[in-house]
């Protein structure tokens, strides 16, 4: 390990007492938007299948805690930017799951006004910027907004997302250069599910610890673990602050798993075996945050089941909203494409 590498989390990788601490509700919250992401791409790759949804659509089904665990670490107006497999990313940030519904759908009701689709949500009134569609292609962009939150001086941070596959880009690099050169307050976080599409991590890149990719640029690496949503919280606190306070970029790897393929069209049975995928499962982030909540009485049994009731309604009517919304009217095609 190098001395930019610091294992952190890792050990931990429990559901400490600890936490108690964040508060009933805060944890509650927590899990229940664990859930509420959960239902809604079960309900979003429903609707795909019936055609309802066009494109591409990546879940995010196993990934939950990420989103949730640094979203639960940062303020509001903090910024957060991140690759095409972005619904868990703008539900934990809490936007309205009508309107992105009616984004999947196409219609003008839509976060984008139905022009962006599943890999572009948006929502600028929360700072999350996006939903890219290009494989790093967000990294620079998360890179210049750190470089804007130091050039006004405010007192903010970007957390910065992206997959494993993506710290083979060269925009990766440039990046992680810039941001170390200029001391700029980014948390660059990988989510490392373990595949690029169908390939393998140790397939793709040479050096599988993907923390200590930091080192040459003397950005210090740390590693949580993405099926424990705590895991991920504290490591977020420790990254968060420091670009906050020191303003020093951090490259954080969380290791997580998608539970179903890569997209839609992914058949998801060539490059990894049904007993992996089934092993993996049995991490399950929002299982063991239900474990965690009835151990600790934080909630009861039925506290859990209305929960999950609650949020399927709430996914319902967000089908409900995008079904009755209308499709972008013709004179919108050429509306917020150059600005001016
Ligand atoms: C520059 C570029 N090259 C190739 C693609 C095609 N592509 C889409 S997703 C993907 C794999 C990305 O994997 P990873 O970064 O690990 O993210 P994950 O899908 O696992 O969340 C590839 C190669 C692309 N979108 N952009
Ligand atoms: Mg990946």
Partial sequence: MSDYAVETNMSKGSFGEEYL?????????????MVLIRRFE?????MYSMQKIGGFLHLYIGQEAVAVGSVAAIRDDDYMITAYRDHGHAIARGTDPKLLMAELFGKYTGTSKGKGGSMHFFDASRN????????GGQIPLGTGIAFKIKYRRE??????????????????HESLNLAALWKLPVVYIVENNLYGMGTAVDRASAVTELYKRGCSYGIEGMVADGM????????IKEAAKKARELSLPTLLEIRTYRFRGHSMSDPDSIYRTKQEVEEEKQRDPIEQMKKFLLEEKIATQKEIDDI??????????????????SEPPLESMYDDIYVS
Avoid: W
Avoid at 21 to 33: A, H, P, Q, W, Y
Avoid at 155 to 172: I, S
Avoid at 228 to 235: E, G, K, L, P, T
């Fill in 308 to 325: 999950d009731a609650e949020v399927k309604k709430v996914v319902a009517e967000a089908v409900e909203f995008a079904e009755n919304s």
């Fill in 155 to 172: 007192d903010k941070v970007c957390l910065t997302y992206m997959g494993d596959a993506a710290v083979n880009q060269g925009t990766f």
């Fill in 228 to 235: 424990n949503v705590f895991s991920v919280y504290d490591a």
């Fill in 128 to 135: 999350m910027l996006g939903g890219h569609a290009i494989v």
């Fill in 21 to 33: 601490s964040l508060g009933r509700n805060k944890l509650v919250e927590m899990f229940r938007t």
């Fill in 42 to 46: 079960e309900m979003a790759a429903k």
